[in-house]
């Protein structure tokens, strides 16, 4: 008896470390978790005691449920891949420490203190392998529904919960059906993920093409726009010669001809973007702009994109761009007293995103609560901007790093994007 509850025990521990880290949350003995795990022994004992059916312990998985509710939130999803990716990952760990046993130690038969060994080895993979797994791709891949991957996920789930019932069941271990169960697993799987794969790149492709097509529209405008803009050259050279009629000593007319020169500098301070070799980057930084500059915000940029070989999809990149300069703006337009920007993208041995904003002091901790989805200063609904960017440089391996620093006596805000290119 008292080896079967240290059984049941190491069992439910595993399983709740495994939703503490699949919630990204670390674990510890609060009262909730205590009292989970003092009501996981009762109902467990109460079984055992009475010698009830094995497949009543199925009754724990609710209590599971709630248990994930009470402690992490009821996002009923979110319980629901959870915990069925801690079983699998616990009933897997069991089914191959079980076939070592039986194939290497030739053991035929699990005596209580051998399924106390198999429980223990698998507490202790949960502990020391599970932090170096990286599992948040794959539970963020999950939850997109329209994923193959999502309904093989949970076919699995039932294949598994089906296997568990029957040895509870029968206690008989059928080691060569297990061992067809993982391998048939594994290779739907690798099939779903390589389908998921090209359903994925396909996606991609069709929302780059879509992308192009609108932003060639766009470009085609700045063309236009240039091309009337050389109309206005001429005039520009004549009011420049001709100021010397208007000018009275050398040193007005130097005056004059540096103030107009700087006037038509500034307002084509952008046109250099439309040297880069990415039509669609500089399509949308040089609309992006200009809409900034009619709002009385000084911008700064540097834009360096010989060629764009990031692996990352464009679109992709613009709605990095998008997200971080629209919150830059936003924090400018609340603040009176600020209105410079500055923008870079670069690609050299690094791909570089970087955005900042004049700011007042914002200390660490409060940054790092920005790329909270519900977070925002603009209202209820706002605050999915910094969110979202988040979420790219995760599933695309970007660093995302905030921080406030001085530059030259002002303080700015910065966000930095950046990738390791091989």
Do not use: H, W
């Given at each position: 008896m008292i080896i079967t509850n240290v059984c049941l025990l190491l069992e439910a521990l595993s399983i709740v470390i495994c939703l503490h880290y699949f919630y990204d949350e670390k674990f510890k003995f609060d009262i909730?978790?205590?009292?989970?795990?003092?009501?996981?022994?009762?109902?467990?004992?109460?079984?055992?005691?009475?010698?009830?059916?094995?497949?009543?312990?199925?009754?724990?998985?609710?209590?599971?449920?709630?248990?994930?509710?009470?402690?992490?939130?009821?996002?009923?999803?979110?319980?629901?891949?959870?915990?069925a990716l801690g079983i699998?990952?616990?009933?897997?760990?069991?089914?191959?420490?079980?076939?070592?046993?039986?194939?290497?130690?030739?053991?035929?038969?699990?005596?209580?203190?051998?399924l106390l060994i198999v429980n223990l080895i698998t507490f202790i993979s949960v502990i020391v392998i599970l932090p170096h797994i990286k599992w948040k791709n794959f539970l963020r891949f999950l939850k997109v529904k329209e994923n193959i991957s999502f309904i093989v996920f949970y076919t699995c789930c039932g294949s598994i919960l089906f296997w568990m019932i029957s040895y509870k069941k029968v206690k008989i271990l059928e080691l060569d059906h297990a061992i067809l169960l993982l391998v048939s697993v594994l290779f739907i799987f690798v099939l779903a993920g390589q389908l998921n794969r090209y359903k994925i790149k396909a996606k991609e492709i069709e929302t780059e093409l879509i992308l192009q097509e609108m932003y060639s529209e766009s470009f085609k405008g700045l063309i236009e726009s240039i091309r009337l803009k050389q109309h206005e050259f001429d005039n520009h050279i004549n009011t420049i010669y001709s100021l010397h009629y208007s000018c009275c000593t050398y040193e007005e007319l130097v005056k004059a001809q540096k103030n107009y020169c700087e006037q038509?500098?500034?307002?084509?301070?952008?046109?250099?973007?439309?040297?880069?070799?990415?039509?669609?980057?500089?399509?949308?930084?040089?609309?992006k702009f200009n809409e900034i500059d009619r709002k009385g915000?000084?911008?700064?940029?540097?834009?360096?994109?010989?060629?764009?070989?990031?692996?990352?999809?464009?679109?992709?990149?613009?709605?990095?761009?998008?997200?971080?300069?629209?919150?830059?703006?936003?924090?400018?337009?609340?603040?009176?007293?600020?209105?410079?920007?500055?923008?870079?993208?670069?690609?050299?041995?690094?791909?570089?995103?970087?955005?900042?904003?004049?700011?007042?002091?914002?200390?660490?901790?409060?940054?790092?609560?920005?790329?909270?989805?519900?977070?925002?200063?603009?209202?209820?609904?706002?605050?999915?901007?910094?969110y979202n960017v988040k979420q790219i440089c995760e599933e695309y391996s970007l660093d995302l790093s905030p921080k406030w620093t001085e530059i030259n006596g002002r303080g700015w805000l910065i966000f930095r994007v950046q990738k390791e290119l091989s």
């Open positions: 909730v978790t205590i009292c989970f795990l003092s009501l996981n022994m009762i109902v467990m004992t109460f079984i055992n005691y009475f010698d009830m059916p094995k497949t009543c312990t199925m009754a724990m998985y609710p209590v599971i449920i709630i248990y994930c509710g009470i402690r992490f939130g009821f996002k009923l999803k979110d319980i629901m891949l959870n915990i699998i990952y616990v009933a897997v760990n069991q089914i191959i420490i079980m076939i070592l046993f039986y194939y290497i130690l030739g053991m035929d038969g699990f005596e209580r203190i051998n038509i500098i500034r307002n084509n301070r952008f046109n250099k973007l439309l040297a880069q070799d990415n039509a669609v980057i500089r399509g949308f930084l040089y609309a915000i000084d911008v700064d940029y540097q834009v360096a994109l010989d060629k764009f070989d990031i692996q990352i999809p464009i679109y992709k990149v613009v709605e990095i761009l998008g997200d971080l300069i629209n919150n830059a703006v936003e924090a400018l337009e609340m603040d009176n007293d600020r209105n410079k920007l500055y923008v870079e993208i670069v690609r050299a041995d690094i791909f570089i995103i970087e955005v900042r904003n004049e700011s007042p002091y914002i200390e660490f901790d409060v940054l790092k609560s920005f790329f909270r989805k519900d977070f925002s200063k603009k209202g209820e609904n706002r605050g999915l901007g910094l």
